[in-house]
């Protein structure tokens, strides 16, 4: 009675079913140049001198004129550091490159903020505030940036974080690069699995015991927080679930000398939330055994899409706190296979009324 119509259907279902899913290394991606992020040495962005765009003088020199875009390494200019990249809030930082199915493109001067990296407090900000002028030293800065780092754990690109003189605070908006052509605004009822890698600093670890440093906060697309993520100035992995005001420490030290690796998923289906962590051992120098953190915790509220991730550094002295490797991979709820069953229970249903 519908064999002539059932498998072109069935094809159809599945083919929606798995849209949308699959690895991506993207917008976030590993931070390379085909990625979007641009260091010095991939040449000079030139300022367009965008009206509001802080501007400083050439080598903190009035007789060198004025430029908007700056590499923060570099005092703010150009002084032979072909390492630290501009500010990502500055120019069209992961919105160029073939990385993740990009079009390709270059990078470029933007209004600063009108990207999908802004800086929300502290970081660049602070460092405006000093404009035209520039009293800052080499690790002297307030950033988010793409810096070259020989021990990246893939490339040669990461991205870093400092905080000198104040604390700092990002967003970053996700995009269908990221997401392996999915829109975000799209990814309610979905499993979405993330992992990625970093790398924090030793040289804050009496400085800040068991206060949080640095931070990741996943929000949905009505600003809900479903996940804060991040660690101490001794490095220890912390978490807060829900919007939840208090840090929760896990004994899991990330080590500062090689890479660790935290997966998450977020489930906007079930409304919950899963952890683990792969940490670096400084004293084996190895990876330490997976270790599961959360399993299907619930939000306590209805999720909307995921749309957000925002960046947080407190203003403790220390260079680094390095990320590298995103992957993004999306799964519709329920699963593919779970609709296939229910679309076969339902035609055996016709099937048997049918007879």
Known sequence: ??????????RAIVFLA?????????????????????????GNILSLNFVGDAQFYLGNNIANGLTGIVAPGAYPNTLGDS?????????????????????????????DNTGLWRALAGGRLNEDLGAPLYLGGPFQRDYIAA???????????????LAYDANLHYSY?????????LNPASTSDMRIDLSFWTCPTDADDFLAVGINTVAMSFRDSIGQILLDVGYTG???????????????????????????????????YTNSISLAARAYSDLN???????????????????????????????????????????????????????????????????RRRS
């Open 234 to 268: 001794d490095n220890l992995l912390q978490y807060r679930v829900g919007g939840s005001a208090l840090w929760q420490t896990t004994a899991i030290s990330l080590g500062t000398s090689g890479w660790s690796e935290i997966t998450l998923t977020l489930n906007t």
């Open 173 to 181: 908006s996700l995009d269908s690069r990221d997401f392996d052509g």
């Open 147 to 161: 810096y070259s780092y020989a021990g990246a754990r893939t490339g040669s690109q990461v991205l870093n974080l």
């Open 18 to 42: 798995f849209a949308g899913t699959g690895s991506a290394w993207a917008y976030l991606g590993s931070f390379e140049e085909s990625d979007g992020y641009r260091i010095p040495s991939g």
């Open 83 to 111: 390492t630290h990249g501009q500010d990502v809030s500055r120019y069209n930082a992961g919105q160029y490159g073939t990385g993740g199915g990009g079009l390709g493109g270059t990078a470029g001067d933007i209004t």
């Open 285 to 351: 120098t190895a990876l330490d055994p997976t270790v599961t953190v959360l399993t299907d915790e619930l939000f306590g509220f209805d999720t909307a899409n995921v749309t957000e991730i925002q960046w947080s550094a407190t203003d403790v002295d220390g260079f680094k706190n390095f990320f590298d490797d995103f992957d993004f991979n999306l799964t519709a709820v329920p699963e593919p296979g779970s609709a296939v069953l229910v679309l076969f229970a339902g035609m055996f249903g016709i099937r």
């Open 1 to 10: 009675m519908y064999a002539h119509w059932f498998q072109p259907l069935l």
